[in-house]
């Protein structure tokens, strides 16, 4: 399967403690881009990379939340001193940023839940 | 502020009629739009998009039609099937961000038998 990659697919942790999500993206793919999901919303953009610069990022993505992709080809996203709000589904997504229009293509998620 | 809005969240049709996902938009400089479907548990997969210098875009079962002066987009699925039974993301790209997609909030669909 050549689709995007996450893992783990599901963390509990507790409040206060750091979680990583990592994901591998479409192997062509030079764009990565991380979302956060909620109940009853749409997916929320976070932030992306290209190759390995980190082009833009939301205001939601607060200072406890890093994200690396340091040689252009996976990607992880770190959130330090977890917190119940933090509660939701990750999303990887990659696409090629040459493409007509910017079809992005999503992994199966990462879902965090803080306890 | 909302740049994308589905208005309705929730959509009931019977196998084998059409059904109709509406999507509307406050930002002009959108350029691509597109539909994602998703099951539960699961990231949004791809469905068919549009981009803004054209009104209409087929796929098998799955039509997309854009109203840049009603800043407007709707999904059409005939016919349906149980199938489909997901919720559905309108997104939309361009108005001056580079990097990212930003999404209505769904509608679910449901294909009764």
């Known amino acids: 399967d050549t689709g995007v990659s996450q893992n783990p697919r599901h963390k509990i942790t507790k409040r206060g403690q750091n979680v990583t999500f990592r994901c591998d993206p479409i192997?062509?793919?030079?764009?990565l881009y991380w979302y956060r999901q909620t109940l009853g919303q749409g997916p929320e953009f976070l932030t992306y990379f290209q190759n390995e610069a980190q082009l833009e990022k939301s205001r939601l993505l607060s200072d406890r939340f890093s994200a690396e992709r340091p040689k252009g080809s996976f990607s992880t996203l770190e959130i330090q001193r977890t917190e119940q709000g933090d509660s939701a589904m990750y999303l990887c997504a990659s696409s090629l940023a040459l493409k007509p229009g910017n079809t992005i293509y999503f992994g199966e998620g990462s879902w965090l839940t803080v306890v | 502020d909302q740049q994308v809005k589905q208005n309705s969240p929730s959509l009931s049709v019977q196998e084998g009629r059409i059904s109709i996902l509406n999507c509307d938009y406050t930002?002009?400089?959108?350029?691509?739009f597109l539909w994602y479907k998703k099951y539960p548990a699961e990231g949004p997969t791809f469905l068919i998009s549009?981009?803004?210098?054209?009104d209409k875009n087929e796929d098998g079962r799955f039509t997309v039609f854009l109203n840049k002066s009603a800043k407007h987009l709707s999904l059409h699925i005939v016919p349906s099937q149980p199938g489909d039974s997901a919720v559905y993301f309108c997104a939309a790209s361009g108005g001056g961000s580079q990097g990212n997609l930003i999404f209505g909030k769904g509608t679910k669909l449901s294909v009764k038998p």
């Open positions: 192997s062509e793919h030079n764009r």
């Open positions: 549009i981009s803004s210098i054209k």
């Open positions: 930002n002009s400089m959108f350029d691509y």
